[in-house]
């Protein structure tokens, strides 16, 4: 896989059928490696290695509904009241981060009222404090480690 730009993290990895896996720690399962759950795993460490979230706060990959139809977010850290704290949208390495990446998860922020925002494709990563009042958000050089 490719070189992403994180911190190098140890990984558990096995194959059958000819897929690689990678074990998330957070869904406590294999997942089939693709270039986009690559960026995922890295982003997962990071979080709890270098912004030292609890893993118990960590959520990945669940489903959530806007605007009546069924989409899935990628990672959202929690705060200890049940709050959302931050969301993630991770992307392979070869999606480019535009405008619609932007507009993609601002939208699942429109339902998850999460302070924080960050977007990776594991090259780039691009963090963003709401501000609920005026309806926009603030790009930030990075997201706050836990407190």
Excluded at 119 to 128: A, K, Q, R
Aim: proline content about 4%.
């Amino acid at each position: 896989m490719q070189a992403l730009n994180f911190p190098e993290y140890s990984f558990r990895f096995k194959s059958s059928e000819n897929k690689a896996s990678i074990f998330d720690p957070i869904r406590k399962k294999f997942v089939v490696l693709q270039p986009e759950e690559w960026v995922r795993q890295h982003c997962i460490q990071y979080l709890m290695e270098v912004k030292k979230f609890p893993k118990l706060l960590i959520n990945v990959e669940k489903e959530l509904i806007i605007n009546s139809l069924k989409k899935r977010y990628d990672i959202v850290v929690f705060n200890t009241d049940g709050s959302i704290h931050l969301i993630v949208e991770c992307k392979a390495p070869k999606i480019t981060i535009n405008q619609n990446t932007f507009d993609q998860i601002a939208r699942y922020n429109l339902e998850l009222n999460a302070s924080y925002l960050m977007v990776t494709n594991g090259l780039n990563h691009y963090y963003c404090q709401m501000d609920f009042k005026n309806e926009c958000y603030q790009f930030l050089e990075n997201i706050p480690n836990y407190h």
